[in-house]
């Protein structure tokens, strides 16, 4: 069984893939690996991301292991469409945790200094 979309987070990056899965109301898994190895687990219910894992999630808040996943910007990607059966452990919708995600980054950025 493949993938129905698969590609590189520099050029298709994860907040834009979830806003698109989010648009077309689309249901299944997304499976992301960054370069250094690190691996992660979305699961997709018509367009809303219901749960998260990552080996070293450790019963962290999903909604802020989602949100540090949103940063990667190298590595791949590949969502392949299915029926979720799964508990909503996110609850919020895509759009708000993509808000929420960008919300800590500005924050954190300016608590760096950086700009």
């Known amino acids: 069984m493949g993938s129905d979309i698969e590609g590189h987070l520099s050029v298709l990056g994860l907040p834009m893939l979830l806003s698109v899965l989010e648009m077309d109301r689309r249901s299944g898994v997304v499976w992301c690996e960054h370069d250094d190895a690190r691996l992660c687990k979305l699961t997709i219910s018509a367009g809303q991301v219901v749960d998260v894992w990552?080996?070293?999630?450790?019963?962290?808040?999903?909604?802020?292991?989602?949100?540090?996943?949103?940063?990667?910007?190298?590595?791949?990607?590949?969502?392949?469409?299915?029926?979720?059966?799964?508990?909503?452990?996110?609850?919020?919708?895509?759009?708000?945790?993509?808000?929420?995600?960008?919300?800590?980054?500005?924050?954190?950025?300016?608590?760096c200094g950086q700009h």
């Open 54 to 111: 990552t080996p070293d999630e450790h019963r962290r808040d999903p909604r802020e292991v989602v949100c540090e996943l949103l940063v990667w910007e190298q590595g791949r990607f590949s969502f392949q469409q299915l029926e979720v059966t799964v508990e909503d452990r996110i609850g919020m919708s895509t759009t708000h945790l993509l808000l929420s995600a960008a919300q800590m980054r500005d924050e954190c950025n300016r608590d």
